[in-house]
C-alpha cells in the first residue's frame, strides 16, 4: 500500500521542506526560489462606480500551490533547460573550425574541456578585481542520459506536488 503524498504533507510544509532543502545544497539558488515566490503576482481590480471608478493595480502574494508551481518550474529551468541549452552552445562550439590552415581550411576544432567561459558571478567578479586575473570555468557536455535522469526526477516532483488543478508544470 502507497501513501500519497497528500498523507504525508500540506503543501506548506511541502514548500517549506523543498525551500529548506534548497538552503541545505545552493543557498543562492534557494535565495533565487524565495524571490519568486516573493514577487507575487499582479492583479487589477476596480475600485468605485460610475465616473469615479477607477482600475487598480495590485501585487498579491503568490498562494501555496502557486509557489510550488514557481519552485518547481525554477528548478526544471536550473536543472533541465540551462544544461540543455549548455550543451547545444558546447555542441556549437566545438564544431566551430578554431584556426586556419594554409589553404584556408580548418586546422583544428574546440576540445571539450578547453572551453572555458567567463564566470559572471558577483562573489567571482570581487575575487577577480582583487587578484586582477579572470576567472574561467571549464565547461563540459552534460550526458543526456544525466539530463534525462534529472528531467525525470523533477517531474516526479511536479507529479507528487501537482495543485488540484493539475497546475504544478
Same mark, same amino acid.
Given at each position: 500500500?502507497?501513501?500519497?503524498?497528500?498523507?504525508?504533507?500540506?503543501?506548506?510544509? +511541502?514548500? +517549506?521542506?523543498?525551500? /529548506?532543502?534548497?538552503?541545505?545544497?545552493?543557498?543562492?539558488? &534557494?535565495?533565487?526560489?524565495?524571490? &519568486? %515566490?516573493?514577487?507575487?503576482?499582479?492583479? %487589477?481590480?476596480? *475600485?468605485?462606480?460610475?465616473?469615479?471608478?477607477?482600475? =487598480?493595480?495590485?501585487? =498579491?502574494?503568490?498562494?501555496?500551490?502557486?509557489?510550488?508551481?514557481?519552485?518547481?518550474?525554477?528548478? #526544471?529551468?536550473?536543472?533541465? *533547460? +540551462?544544461?540543455?541549452?549548455? /550543451?547545444?552552445?558546447?555542441?556549437? !562550439?566545438?564544431?566551430?573550425?578554431?584556426? *586556419?590552415?594554409?589553404?584556408?581550411? &580548418?586546422?583544428? #576544432?574546440?576540445?571539450?574541456?578547453?572551453? @572555458?567561459?567567463?564566470? =559572471?558571478?558577483?562573489?567571482?567578479?570581487? %575575487?577577480?578585481?582583487?587578484?586582477?586575473? $579572470?576567472?574561467? $570555468?571549464? @565547461? *563540459?557536455? @552534460?550526458?543526456?542520459?544525466? !539530463?534525462?535522469? %534529472? $528531467?525525470?526526477?523533477?517531474?516526479?516532483? +511536479?507529479?507528487?506536488?501537482?495543485?488540484?488543478?493539475?497546475?504544478?508544470?
Amino acid at each position: 500500500m502507497t501513501t500519497s503524498f497528500d498523507d504525508q504533507f500540506t503543501p506548506a510544509e +511541502a514548500l +517549506a521542506l523543498i525551500l /529548506n532543502r534548497l538552503q541545505e545544497f545552493d543557498p543562492t539558488l &534557494a535565495d533565487e526560489a524565495q524571490a &519568486a %515566490i516573493d514577487r507575487g503576482r499582479d492583479e %487589477i481590480s476596480r *475600485e468605485g462606480a460610475g465616473r469615479k471608478a477607477r482600475l =487598480v493595480r495590485r501585487t =498579491v502574494p503568490f498562494t501555496v500551490d502557486e509557489s510550488l508551481t514557481r519552485v518547481i518550474n525554477l528548478l #526544471r529551468a536550473h536543472f533541465v *533547460e +540551462a544544461p540543455l541549452i549548455t /550543451n547545444a552552445a558546447l555542441l556549437e !562550439i566545438m564544431a566551430t573550425p578554431v584556426g *586556419e590552415g594554409e589553404s584556408g581550411q &580548418a586546422t583544428s #576544432r574546440a576540445i571539450p574541456g578547453e572551453v @572555458l567561459v567567463e564566470t =559572471v558571478s558577483p562573489a567571482f567578479s570581487a %575575487i577577480r578585481a582583487e587578484r586582477s586575473e $579572470q576567472v574561467l $570555468q571549464p @565547461l *563540459e557536455v @552534460l550526458p543526456e542520459s544525466t !539530463i534525462d535522469e %534529472i $528531467q525525470r526526477l523533477v517531474g516526479n516532483l +511536479a507529479s507528487v506536488v501537482r495543485t488540484g488543478d493539475g497546475d504544478a508544470r
